[in-house]
């Protein structure tokens, strides 16, 4: 059966797809996070991390995924943790999370860094210890981590589908807007552009008796736009924008910036992620002296101004392969630095 494509607003997806079930549940926890956070003062950041997966039966068998970990996202939590932030960690359900990821790796398997000890005695249980090499950088990790448990500045939460994504989306930012220019948000989801609205969906197991197999999909809905007008006005937006054609990386990000008007896009190619990326964002417009008289060169000059971005290359040096069990400078931590310093100035802009 062909049906034909949908375009799908921002307002028509809410009002034909279900939240999750447990949206409420969600929210309520976060309203509490963000109260507390704001009575005490932090800023605080939405880190969305991980794939989106797109099912293709309501009893689903068959889903449609995409490559991200969640390295990115879990990594900059820390960055973002150590800078003071209060934290809301968005994130794919079973990807990288802050601190355990430096031991959910096949490459770093937790289970390598602990000893069995020998019973001390006949029928005593046997003691478990942590192997000596690697006492330090697990004391570092735990340290952090227990202090950011003592402190509340970490909430934890999980998407798993793309529609998941949307509606916890809108809902952790519409709760975030009371913090105005104090939140920030930092999308470093891979979320995916096409879904199959439940409508569309088959019911059951999708039989492969009929022989090849085409599914149109429809287009997610560009939510940036109802975001930055609508859900979480003041609120300072980080969207990632991911290529694999490198020529392609500068002009979608510089279309983002234009089209929904928010302050910074971080392009990243696929391969090269990890050591280089590029932040996007508007120039300010430059400020007439008063009284100047507002002739045609003048107020062109002014829209080619504001015509034009701003384009800021952050590198770091990789060693290629990466010694074994060294300790490797990420790049996360100059991205974290640098919107850190950005949405300081965010907010002193409108006091
Ligand atoms: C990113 O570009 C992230 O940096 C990565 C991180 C997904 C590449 P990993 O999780 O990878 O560390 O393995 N995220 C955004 C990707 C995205 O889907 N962006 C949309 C787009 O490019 C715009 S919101 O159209």
Same mark, same amino acid.
């Given at each position: 059966m062909h049906t034909e494509p949908t375009t799908f607003s921002a307002e028509s997806y809410f009002a034909t797809q279900p939240p999750p079930p447990t949206l409420q549940h969600d929210v309520e926890k976060v309203r509490e996070f963000v109260a507390r956070q704001a009575k005490e003062g932090r800023n605080v950041v939405l880190v969305t991390s991980g794939g989106t997966t797109v099912p293709l039966e309501l009893n689903v068998v068959r889903f449609l995924d995409n490559f991200s970990a969640g390295t990115r996202g879990a990594t900059s939590a820390e960055y973002f943790l150590k800078a003071g932030y209060a934290v809301i960690f968005m994130h794919r359900q079973f990807s990288l999370q802050p601190f355990s990821r430096h031991y959910s790796h096949s490459t770093n *398997?937790?289970? @390598?860094f602990l000893d069995i000890d020998a019973p001390e005695s006949d029928g005593a249980t046997p003691r478990i210890s942590v192997t000596p090499n690697k006492r330090q950088d697990l004391l570092e990790v735990l340290t952090v981590y227990k202090n950011v448990h003592a402190l509340g500045t970490l909430h934890t939460l999980t998407f798993v589908t793309v529609n998941d994504y949307l509606w916890l989306l809108r809902a952790v930012s519409q709760e975030m807007s009371v913090l105005k220019r104090r939140a920030m948000f930092y999308l470093a989801a891979a979320v995916s552009d096409f879904f199959l609205p439940r409508q569309k969906m088959s019911e059951h197991k999708i039989q492969s008796g009929k022989g090849n197999l085409s599914i149109e999909m429809d287009q997610v809905p560009k939510i940036l736009k109802p975001m930055v007008d609508?859900? !979480? /006005? =003041?609120g300072y937006i980080v969207s990632f924008k991911l290529e !694999? @054609?490198?020529?392609l990386l500068l002009p979608k990000a510089r279309q983002a910036i234009e089209r929904y008007g928010h302050q910074v896009v971080i392009g990243n190619d696929l391969h090269r992620r990890k050591f280089e990326v590029v932040f996007v964002s508007k120039k300010p417009s430059p400020a007439l002296p008063p009284g100047l008289e507002q002739t045609k060169e003048v107020l062109e000059h002014v829209a080619d101004a504001a015509n034009s971005f701003d384009e800021y290359w952050l590198r770091i040096d990789l060693p290629e /392969? *990466? *010694? *074994? =069990?060294a300790q490797v400078k990420e790049i996360e931590e100059d991205i974290v630095h640098e919107l850190v310093k950005r949405h300081m100035e965010w907010i002193d802009n409108t006091l």
């Open positions: *398997p937790f289970l @390598d609508e859900w !979480t /006005p =003041g !694999t @054609d490198q020529h /392969p *990466p *010694p *074994p =069990g």
